[in-house]
């Protein structure tokens, strides 16, 4: 009785750590900004979660790059034009899928930058949807935590975009050249402290994981288990 009992626990633990397809909430993506001058041509993810591949933080090619510490900064949003965006991601490995809740990111206009800035996605190639549209106050920081109000379930891809909404400049006036629009680091308590730029929520796949030791010790006893039975069957037949 107590070596069926074994057999079964090894037998539950195998099944729960190979079997099982694995989630792990957290971050799908992040770009950390800190040390960046602003006018880099991209900007390389800093973490991606198992299973996923960051794509770059990068800008439309009708932007002009633009000094600004830890950001990626740009003039040229007069229009606005189709070519004039930020934007950044991921693809989804083989096996794997992705829920997304969240996003955190900061952005600043100078004065003739853009005042309102739409955020899209475009999931699995298709068409950009609308998340939200921030509005640029002067030259004042936007920290910008958006919840989803529906989970957005990614099975390719998922790239977010940033855009101006219209012509209407940060400080009242019309979008200028010159004026500049930057993407850095969230901070939750007004600059004091700094977090990644976030694509987060839930990732999951087949991707199998090591073996915690309680498993490894279950499947250690059921091997020793399932050779014991095997001996004495052996020993039976034998006599």
């Given at each position: 009785m107590r070596r069926t009992l074994i057999i079964s626990l090894a037998l539950v633990a195998f099944v729960s750590w190979y079997g099982a397809p694995i989630a792990r909430a957290g971050f799908i993506v992040q770009y950390e900004m800190t040390g960046q001058t602003g006018d880099q041509s991209?900007?390389?993810p800093t973490f991606s979660a198992p299973g996923i591949t960051g794509v770059n933080l990068a800008r439309g090619a009708g932007l002009t790059a633009s000094t600004g510490a830890n950001s990626m900064n740009s003039s040229g949003w007069v229009g606005p034009n189709a070519d004039d965006f930020?934007?950044?991601?991921?693809?989804?490995?083989?096996?794997?899928?992705?829920?997304?809740?969240?996003?955190?990111?900061?952005?600043r206009s100078s004065n003739t930058g853009p005042?309102?800035?739409n955020v899209f996605d475009s999931v699995d190639g298709g068409a950009e949807t609308?998340?939200?549209?921030?509005?640029?106050?002067?030259?004042?920081?936007?920290?910008?935590?958006?919840?989803?109000?529906?989970?957005?379930?990614?099975h390719s891809s998922m790239l977010i975009l940033l855009r101006s909404a219209n012509n209407t400049s940060a400080a009242g006036g019309?979008?200028?050249?010159?004026?500049?629009?930057?993407?850095g680091d969230y901070s939750a308590d007004n600059g004091q402290t700094f977090q990644p730029i976030s694509v987060a929520g839930e990732v999951a796949g087949d991707v199998e994981p090591v073996p915690e030791p309680a498993s490894m010790l279950l499947l250690g006893l059921g091997a020793?288990?399932?050779?014991?039975?095997?001996?004495?069957?052996?020993?039976?037949?034998?006599?």
């Open positions: 991209v900007m390389a930020y934007s950044f991601g991921f693809n989804v490995g083989p096996g794997t899928s992705a829920v997304v809740d969240s996003l955190q990111f900061a952005t005042g309102f800035v609308l998340i939200t549209t921030i509005t640029q106050t002067g030259t004042n920081f936007s920290d910008n935590l958006l919840n989803l109000a529906s989970p957005v379930t990614v019309t979008v200028g050249a010159a004026g500049t629009l930057r993407i020793v288990s399932f050779l014991g039975v095997g001996w004495l069957r052996s020993r039976e037949a034998r006599s």
